[in-house]
């Protein structure tokens, strides 16, 4: 019986360190001997700086305006120390559902115990598609135009809530210095 247990238990630990989830976590980089926190002002790239068009870039502009008011940075458009650009890829991701399954038992008749393991093939799994977006943000140089800083979110739903857009741009953030006071 303990036997039973202990291999029950170790295939729920199997199984469990084999899911995962389809979200890759936010990523960012800056370029080398760049002294981000010592700046003090940014601007929007001239594409941007206008009215955005639509709900979604109202929103990103204003969280991103947020996050950048929060880490010390002031809002310019004479002469910013850097530019902020950002851009929304859709994607179309595709999931394949794993065709194997496996049971595990536990129970009794009678007096007996027992306990077994089964396992189940399908032929093939379902694929399911779904559409999401990925958020790229950039830090240029407003001389150059070189990239000094850039930052990948997770990927998120296709039609987001304002929450939602908070919650990925908050994210992406996390990795851009805060100002140096």
């Known amino acids: 019986m303990r036997l039973g247990v202990a291999v029950i238990i170790g295939l729920l630990v199997l199984m469990s360190g084999c899911s995962s989830g389809d979200q890759p976590k936010p990523d960012w980089d800056a ?3 760049i002294d981000i926190p010592a700046f003090a002002t940014f601007g929007w790239v001239d594409e941007i700086s206008g009215s955005p068009n639509t709900i979604l870039e109202t929103q990103i502009s204003t969280a991103l305006r947020s996050e950048f008011l929060k880490k010390g940075y002031v809002e ?11 851009e929304t890829v859709e994607l179309e991701l595709a999931k394949q559902s794993n ?17 077994s393991v089964g396992t189940s093939v399908g032929v093939g799994g379902k694929e399911e598609v779904r559409l999401k977006n990925r958020l790229t943000v950039r830090a240029l140089d407003p001389e150059t135009s070189q990239e000094v800083w850039i930052g990948i979110t997770t990927t998120f739903e296709q039609r987001p809530n304002a929450a939602e857009i908070d919650r990925v741009v ?3 953030m996390k990795g851009f210095p805060d100002k140096r006071r």
Do not use: E, K, Q
């Open 31 to 33: 370029a080398p001997g």
């Open 76 to 86: 310019t458009s004479d002469a910013p120390d850097f530019l902020v650009r950002y």
């Open 99 to 115: 065709p194997v399954s496996i049971g595990i038992g536990v129970g009794s008749w009678g007096s007996n115990v027992g306990g």
């Open 170 to 172: 908050a994210g992406v």
